[in-house]
């Protein structure tokens, strides 16, 4: 292992590995170092899928090592601190490592002390999470018998905001088809004021929330779990109505706790944690107010240092963390990095916000929403040309399900796209 590498990159997941194989694919002789701890790199697309028990949670994970392009060393080792003023980061056992450039893309982490409960919870026969365990999700699913099936969403940001619905609707499809439908309620509890931000798939969101009678429940910010009762606790949060304007549903139980919360039972219950950047992130001089990584949204190069990048989920973008998003920021970032090391001129300035959320709504569903900064729509000529990718489709589910994780092992992840 060096000590001085002339690309250092934290995190060998989506976007570190692509950042790599792209940067190598276009100077092979570059000085590249990837620093990860893990032993293997997940293609977490997939875990909604393992929840549903249609894809094998063992084909979502590789070996570390073979996911790192040839050419690039891979450090195993954890970053504890980052020292930007002297171009330097902290490892937890090999020390300091130096860099001429840093591109940070360490991911976000599970906060499962945020929501009170939640870690007792998730212990229980009864409480699951794609984020945490998808291969639980699938048990639990496969033994409830009936009652409140209850959705939740974190009122922070998380990776793939539109993962915790995706499941509830592979849920309700899977309730259906094993004759307990009518003996369940299936909630979809969110803090938000609607059920997705882009308002073409909202349209059709909403019409199959309605058709599948779903309850969806707006403005519930969760905020405890009481496991031993089998409770979720929320604070309404619609700044612009009072609580008790609000009607509860008696047929799922809810009720009134106290001036501000609403109580509601389950017998299932799917929670996406409240998630942040790692702790590194959120110690070092490099975030925002928010404690997001503090990075310019076009050019992704950090606001204060000219040569730190940061792109995937820690990054502070105003659109939807996904893998999809870090294939459009890949090229970005690369073309500054070539750019800078004169390399190459600029090509790809600007990212614009692109990000796509393929929601499943069924066994053989789905619905591919694809948009840009400010929630505009914004869809891929291939695919649009033979497909409204606002309604539901079978060829999308295909896409999912076969295509996307071909793509993404052997065009993506080789820096090929
Ligand atoms: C249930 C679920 C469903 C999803 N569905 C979709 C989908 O349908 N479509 C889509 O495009 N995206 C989806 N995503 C989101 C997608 O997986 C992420 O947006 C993407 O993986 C983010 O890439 P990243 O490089 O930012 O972080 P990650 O891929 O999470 O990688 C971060 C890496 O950083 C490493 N790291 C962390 N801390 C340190 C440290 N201190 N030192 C060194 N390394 C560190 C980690 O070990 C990890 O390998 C989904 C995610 C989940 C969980």
Redesign the pocket.
Known sequence: MKNHYEVLI?????????TAAQLLRQNKSLNIGL????D?????????LV?AGTFNFQNTRRE?SSVIPDGCQWIQ????SLEPHSNQLT??SSGAITYDILVL?????NKLDDLEGLKEALDTDFVC???VD?EKTWRILKNFKGGNALFTQPATP???G??PQ??MYLAEDYLRKTGLRDKSNVIFATPGSVIFGVEDFALTLNKIIDEKNILLKTFYKPIKIDSSEKKVYFEFSNPNADIQSLKLNSEINESFSGNNQIVMPYEMLHT?PPQSP????LDSDLVNETGWLDVDIHTLKHNSFENIFG?????ALPT????????KQAPVVVDQILNKLKSKTIKHESYNGY??????TGYGKMVLAEFEYNNVRKSDPIISTFLDTSKESWLLWIL?KYG?PFLYWNMMLKGRM
């Not at 934290?10 to 692509?18: F, Q």
């Not at 893309?105 to 982490?109: C, K, Q, R, T």
């Not at 790692?278 to 992130?281: A, T």
């Not at 990000?355 to 499943?360: R, T, Y």
């Open positions: 934290v995190g060998g997941g989506t976007g570190g590995i692509m620093i990860d701890p893990s293997a790199h997940y293609y977490q697309p997939a875990w909604t929840g570390m080792e954890e970053v504890v490892t937890k893309s360490p991911g976000v982490v999470s794609n984020y998808p998380i990776k793939c539109g993962a995706k499941i996406a790692p702790q590194f992130i792109l995937g989920d820690v990054a939807a963390k996904t893998g999809a998003a870090i294939r990000s796509s959320c393929p929601i499943v999912k996307l």
